[in-house]
């Protein structure tokens, strides 16, 4: 599977970006989809997570309240629509799936697929 993330830019604090990942390649409507980001000189980090139906999602204590994930199966993409953002949001942020889910998909490795990350700068 190819995963495309897009969306990302430079933005003030307390603005707001939303991110897409389109995925490709083979079906998509069953993963668990995630999302992660990874700052200069740290680990990479779980940010959200949903499951194929958009019933269960999961997210970092520091992005709850901020940011939201959601997906549409037809159109084979997954979004984090992202507001009230910090300085400390600044990151690349990647897309994830996982054919499968288990316990703690909030680990880099339930995840098979990855895509390329998008950049977002937050200015304070």
């Known amino acids: 599977v190819q995963l495309q993330a897009s969306g990302g830019g430079l933005v003030q604090t307390g603005g707001s970006l939303r991110l897409s990942c389109v995925a490709s390649?083979?079906?998509?409507?069953?993963?668990?989809m995630g999302w992660f980001r990874q700052a200069v000189g740290e680990e990479r980090e779980f940010v959200a997570g949903?499951?194929?139906?958009?019933?269960?999602?999961i997210y970092a204590d520091s992005v709850k309240g901020r940011f939201a994930i959601s997906r549409d199966n037809a159109k084979n993409t997954v979004y984090l629509q992202m507001t009230s953002l910090k300085p400390e949001d600044t990151a690349v942020y990647y897309c994830?799936?996982?054919?499968?889910?288990?316990?703690?998909?909030?680990?880099?490795?339930?995840?098979?697929?990855w895509g390329q990350g998008t950049l977002v700068t937050v200015s304070s």
């Open positions: 994830a799936a996982a054919n499968r889910i288990q316990s703690s998909m909030a680990l880099k490795s339930r995840y098979g697929y």
């Open positions: 949903i499951s194929w139906s958009g019933v269960t999602t």
């Open positions: 390649g083979r079906p998509f409507s069953r993963d668990f």
